[in-house]
């Protein structure tokens, strides 16, 4: 049980708002989450920053959700993302296409995720 800090509990309040619908309240603990994260727990950072970026293409700041995904793309060399990560990932990527399509970031999203995708 002491694994469940706050930033943990934070992390899983803001699962639950996303899936209610509640995306400002789930990007806002998100935020919380990430500043409170132990350092040493870089997969549960990707993890709950993939949501951040989620929760931030569903309030329609598409911009906003690619600045905050793209640095979870790994480069060539870089350790690839675990299972879940993936599949999220690949979640935003399926729902940036749908709300802005052709869009200039979108464009410059889709160039780094197809690059990463052989990484993930």
């Given at each position: 049980m002491s694994f469940f800090d706050?930033?943990?509990l934070d992390g899983l309040a803001a699962l639950v708002m996303a899936r209610l619908g509640r995306h400002d309240e789930s990007e806002a603990r998100l935020h919380r989450?990430?500043?409170q994260l132990r350092p040493d727990l870089r997969r549960n950072r990707?993890?709950?920053?993939?949501?951040l970026?989620?929760?931030q293409l569903a309030q329609g700041e598409a911009d906003q959700a690619v600045?905050?995904?793209?640095?979870?793309?790994?480069?060539?060399?870089?350790?690839?993302?675990s299972g879940r990560n993936k599949k999220l990932l690949?979640?935003?990527?399926?729902g940036l296409t749908q709300v802005a399509a052709g869009t200039?970031?979108?464009?410059?999203?889709?160039d780094r995720?197809?690059?990463?995708?052989?990484e993930l």
């Open positions: 706050r930033a943990e989450t990430l500043s990707t993890y709950y920053a993939i949501h970026a989620l929760a600045a905050t995904a793209l640095p979870l793309v790994p480069e060539a060399g870089e350790r690839p993302l690949s979640q935003f990527d399926r200039r970031f979108v464009i410059e999203w889709q995720f197809s690059e990463g995708e052989k």
